[in-house]
Nanobody, 123 residues
């Protein structure tokens, strides 16, 4: 069982930056692929970024490439999402998730989910 707690969301102006954190419980954090997803009101959940257990492989959605960076610190059981050059269309609830499979953007491959943190980007 893995418990995930996100933090770092908030209100920011377009062009600004935020860093999201996701703290995980358990002693096997490094064995999990970690992902970030987001869901805006009235829209489907969408993949944002994912990172392998060792941190060597990363995957990004086209919509965030070059602006967002995923990273992890296995000693702290934490995964991060650095978000730069934020746009109003990035407004959503952001969720981190853990998977025992490969680095993927497919939500159903993730077994554990956090409660989410809200990011609002004003224009």
């Amino acid at each position: 069982q893995v418990q995930l707690v996100e933090s770092g969301g908030g209100l920011v102006q377009a062009g600004g930056s935020l860093r999201l954190s996701c703290a995980a419980s358990g002693r096997t954090f490094s064995s999990y692929v970690m992902g970030w997803f987001r869901q805006a009101p009235g829209k489907e959940r969408e993949f944002v970024a994912a990172i392998s257990g060792s941190g060597t492989r990363k995957l990004y959605a086209d919509s965030v490439k070059g602006r967002f960076t995923i990273s992890r610190d296995n000693a702290k059981n934490t995964v991060y999402l650095q978000m730069n050059s934020l746009k109003p269309e990035d407004t959503a609830a952001y969720y981190c998730a853990a998977s025992r499979t490969v680095v993927t953007g497919t939500g159903r491959s993730y077994d554990y989910w956090g409660q989410g943190t809200q990011v609002t980007v004003s224009s």
